[in-house]
């Protein structure tokens, strides 16, 4: 579809020789908005086909906002966004390719700590250590209905670590928004920051 919006662009670089990959939300042929990623090689020549994201389960609902990191040294990264999934409201998919831009694995879902239902949005994503691990880190309604932070570790091999929930300082029922992440050091660790209602009933970080 070469007439409908394409909005929200992202870029990295990805292994050592120059490549690089864009993705981006752009209405389909259906009519709603999906996710594409494109590889193009150091002299800027498209490398592969444009590959078209959907969120599982459902293909005619909004997919937005995407996010994007290489992992590890041999030119593999990893595409997260939030969509429309088979429920009805938001959550956010994740999605590893090789290094030649081809899907790797399954798309994968997540979701706010216990409860499935709400919206998960503002997915951001980085490479952590030097094997290929990464992590994505979201703002998701929570049990108590306000907005809290959630953070999930992907390991090289696609396993995953648990679902950690973060809340501002003396309160758990305001809204935690807009997380920011980075990777510290060598060995695997990362830092996150985002913004929330606070005891006092303002916004900090």
């Given at each position: 579809?070469?007439?409908?919006?394409?909005?929200?662009?992202?870029?990295?670089?990805?292994?050592?020789?120059?490549?690089?990959?864009?993705?981006?939300?752009?209405?389909?042929?259906?009519?709603?908005?999906?996710?594409?990623?494109?590889?193009?090689?150091?002299?800027?020549?498209?490398?592969?086909?444009?590959?078209?994201?959907?969120?599982?389960?459902?293909?005619?609902?909004?997919?937005?906002?995407?996010?994007?990191?290489?992992?590890?040294?041999?030119?593999?990264?990893?595409?997260?966004?939030?969509?429309?999934?088979?429920?009805?409201?938001?959550?956010?998919?994740?999605?590893?390719?090789?290094?030649?831009?081809?899907?790797?694995?399954?798309t994968?879902?997540?979701?706010?700590?216990?409860?499935?239902?709400?919206?998960?949005y503002?997915?951001?994503?980085?490479?952590?250590?030097?094997?290929?691990?990464?992590?994505?880190?979201?703002?998701?309604?929570?049990?108590?209905?306000?907005?809290?932070?959630?953070?999930?570790?992907?390991?090289?091999?696609?396993?995953?670590?648990?679902?950690?929930?973060?809340?501002?300082?003396?309160?758990?029922?305001?809204?935690?928004?807009?997380?920011?992440?980075?990777?510290?050091?060598?060995?695997?660790?990362?830092v996150?920051?985002?913004?929330?209602?606070?005891?006092?009933?303002?916004?900090?970080?």
């Amino acid at each position: 579809k070469t007439n409908g919006s394409d909005l929200y662009p992202q870029i990295t670089a990805v292994g050592t020789d120059g490549g690089f990959v864009v993705t981006w939300s752009g209405v389909d042929s259906a009519g709603d908005n999906s996710i594409f990623v494109q590889k193009f090689t150091a002299d800027g020549a498209t490398s592969g086909a444009t590959v078209q994201l959907e969120a599982l389960g459902k293909t005619n609902g909004s997919d937005l906002y995407p996010q994007i990191t290489a992992v590890g040294t041999d030119g593999a990264f990893v595409v997260t966004w939030y969509g429309a999934d088979s429920a009805g409201d938001n959550s956010i998919f994740v999605q590893k390719f090789t290094a030649d831009g081809a899907t790797s694995g399954a798309t994968v879902q997540l979701e706010a700590l216990g409860k499935t239902d709400g919206t998960d949005y503002q997915p951001q994503i980085t490479a952590v250590g030097t094997d290929g691990a990464f992590v994505v880190t979201w703002s998701g309604v929570d049990t108590v209905g306000d907005y809290s932070i959630f953070v999930r570790k992907f390991n090289a091999d696609g396993s995953t670590n648990d679902t950690v929930q973060l809340e501002a300082l003396g309160t758990t029922t305001g809204d935690d928004n807009v997380p920011q992440i980075t990777a510290v050091g060598t060995d695997g660790a990362f830092v996150v920051t985002w913004y929330g209602a606070d005891s006092a009933g303002d916004n900090s970080i």
